[in-house]
């Protein structure tokens, strides 16, 4: 017997995007646990492991979160030793955000626990309809830009919570 599917207000697309979403989160969460890593912060790590060498500005901007917040952020992520700041090479006004060790050794657990995520799913859908549905995830982002906060948005929100619900 066919056990009945249960949807919740606003099931759909994204609500199956936000559950493949906490699957993976669920799956690389453990490799932060102990590490006094909220939510906020292991986002600015992971954009960093992306694109190091970003100012606080551009941090910001990619990590889709006000100034303030990141600046918040990084004081307890350089202070945990897990980035370090650097003057830029040619403006003195900027300060340049990089990876220090201790954070570059917990991005080589994640990058592998996300690599086997990655072969799981290949292996359940097949490379060709594995890379479709990238292309079509792909696609899925540009359909719905979100601005950024600003500073004037009130509250924290969606932006800034420290943990999704379930997480550690």
Do not use: C
Request: no cysteine.
């Amino acid at each position: 017997m066919t056990e009945a599917k249960h949807t919740l207000p606003g099931d759909g697309l994204p609500q199956t995007l936000v559950d493949v979403v906490f699957l993976l989160e669920a799956r690389v969460s453990k490799h932060f646990r102990g590490t006094g890593l909220h939510w906020g912060l292991r986002r600015i790590l992971q954009q960093l492991w992306i694109r190091d060498g970003l100012s606080q500005k551009e941090l910001a901007s990619v990590a889709r979160l006000t100034e303030t917040s990141v600046s918040n952020m990084l004081k307890h992520l350089v202070d945990g030793g897990w980035v370090e700041r650097r003057p830029d090479d040619y403006d003195y006004r900027i300060a340049r955000i990089y990876v220090a060790e201790r954070g570059q050794a917990l991005k080589d657990a994640v990058e592998r626990e996300l690599a086997a995520a990655d072969a799981a799913l290949r292996a359940s859908l097949g490379d060709e309809e594995a890379d479709r549905l990238r292309a079509l995830l792909d696609r899925a982002i540009d359909a719905v830009p979100l601005e950024p906060p600003s500073e004037d948005d009130g509250p924290p929100g969606i932006w800034d919570r420290p943990t999704p619900p379930g997480e550690l």
